[in-house]
């Protein structure tokens, strides 16, 4: 068995993988069933780090190697999910991605009114 946490910050191996950007070893920990959902004492989980560190091909990573066993409207500490902290930072790459890809899981309700204004003046094809 994987052990959980790794580090005196509460990483576990997921989230180290994930600030190095390490695809293979992503892949790995899914393969071995380690929990994806693992906050650390930040209360950020590893979809929350890739979303922070603006790394897409992360999070996608992440996306297709949990499947179904990955929560995407899983919360931070703060009460955010990947979604709030793409939009927090105008990153729109990551908002479309996140969108599109995940549209039968994201609800779009957990964005408050200021939020979705701002993506609809940033761009018109992420709310069509």
């Not at 922070?52 to 990955?70: G, Y």
Request: charged letters at 20%.
């Amino acid at each position: 068995m994987i052990s959980s946490k790794v580090d005196i910050e509460g990483n576990t191996l997921l989230h180290m993988a994930v600030k190095q950007s390490r695809i293979q070893m992503i892949q790995y920990l899914a393969d071995k069933a380690v929990n994806p959902s693992a906050l650390n004492n930040t209360g950020l989980g590893a979809i929350h780090l890739a979303a922070k560190q603006d790394k897409t091909d992360v999070l996608l990573t992440l996306l297709d190697a949990f499947k179904h066993r990955i929560n995407v409207n899983e919360r931070t500490a703060d009460n955010e999910t990947i979604l709030h902290i793409a939009t927090k930072q105008g990153n729109l790459d990551l908002i479309h991605t996140i969108v599109t890809r995940e549209k039968g899981w994201i609800l779009l309700e957990l964005l408050s009114l200021k939020q979705l204004l701002c993506i609809n003046i940033m761009s018109k094809r992420i709310l069509c």
